[in-house]
């Protein structure tokens, strides 16, 4: 028997028609333990909202900040491991999907790649406890996909369409995901970094360092009034920056795009402590479940005062 075979903990399965987000959070609730996974933190945030408030409901996205994360996953744990009758749902984004040891029976994830549909059924019977866990790929009604996950979602649902009773765990069916998906690819090199680092001895490293981008929106750092970051601004306009305290700083920030943080900029909700350091002050821009509040009805909010 194939080794995947032997391994199997989970079966997958696919939601043909689109869902909204109240048809997500009401599908959450019909499980006492469930993990769901979407693309967007705007979504993950749209689909928390929607869900009865309960302290058995979680919400993990890049909008929290690193110590924020990692207290929300310890009590996240906690309750998975404080017998069976706990109840815990929760909505994130893909920060789930890898380096996360979480285990529930049921995952829900929304279209992507075949790559990260498999990260997200990792977390579904990750023990192997169950004879099976199920895992749900669901489709968000008005979602259009941008950037480089569009190009995956497209491979996967090209790849759906020619068998859609394919064994999803099958090293053949991932590698004929991947030939569709590089076949969509014109190229994983349009700044033309190899070209410019071909010839030895004649590499444009500062050509190279101006072009390369992991991620091509250049995000813009925030720190976020959580716990005690306040403290921790006060001292840095007390005594300045130091490499400790930056550290510290550090486990409150959270990324936005250069066009949200603008918009803040503009509605008066950044304080600027030292030079290019960039502090949310307002306590109530910062959401003890789910973190900063950058979206439009806040800044609308705030202009309006």
Not at 10 to 38: N, P
Not at 95 to 124: H, I, N, T
Not at 281 to 294: F, H, R, T, V
Request: proline share 3%; with cysteine.
């Amino acid at each position: 028997m194939d080794l995947h075979e032997r391994l199997r903990r989970v079966d997958m399965r696919f939601d043909m028609c689109e869902l909204t987000s109240d048809e997500i959070a009401r599908r959450i609730e019909g499980h006492r333990r469930v993990l769901c996974i979407v693309n967007t933190r705007g979504i993950a945030s749209e689909i928390y909202g929607r869900l009865k408030e309960s302290d058995d409901n979680f919400h993990l996205s890049r909008m929290m900040c690193p110590l924020h994360i990692r207290q929300c996953l310890s009590e996240i744990r906690r309750q998975l491991d404080d017998g069976g009758d706990r109840c815990v749902r929760v909505v994130a984004t893909q920060l789930v999907e890898a380096g996360v040891d979480l285990d529930f029976p049921v995952v829900y994830r929304q279209m992507a790649g075949l790559d990260s549909l498999l990260q997200a059924a990792g977390r579904c019977n990750r023990e192997g406890l169950l004879e099976n866990g199920v895992t749900h790929v669901f489709r968000m009604q008005g979602y259009m996909p941008q950037g480089t996950i569009k190009e995956s979602i497209y491979a996967m649902e090209e790849l759906l369409r020619m068998h859609p009773d394919a064994d999803w765990f099958d090293p053949d069916v991932i590698k004929e995901y991947y030939a569709l998906l590089y076949k969509r690819t014109p190229t994983f090199d349009s700044q033309e970094i190899c070209r410019l680092s071909e010839t030895p001895g004649e590499v444009r490293y500062e050509e190279i360092a101006r072009r390369f981008r992991l991620i091509d929106d250049e995000g813009m750092t925030l720190v976020v009034n959580y716990a005690d970051a306040g403290s921790l601004i006060s001292r840095l306009k007390r005594v300045g920056p130091s490499r400790a305290l930056m550290r510290e700083l550090g486990q409150f920030t959270v990324s936005v795009t250069r066009r949200q943080f603008e918009e803040m900029r503009r509605a008066g909700m950044l304080d600027e402590p030292l030079s290019g350091i960039y502090y949310v002050e307002d306590p109530m821009l910062y959401d003890c479940k789910s973190g900063l509040k950058a979206g439009n009805e806040y800044l609308e909010q705030t202009f309006v005062i």
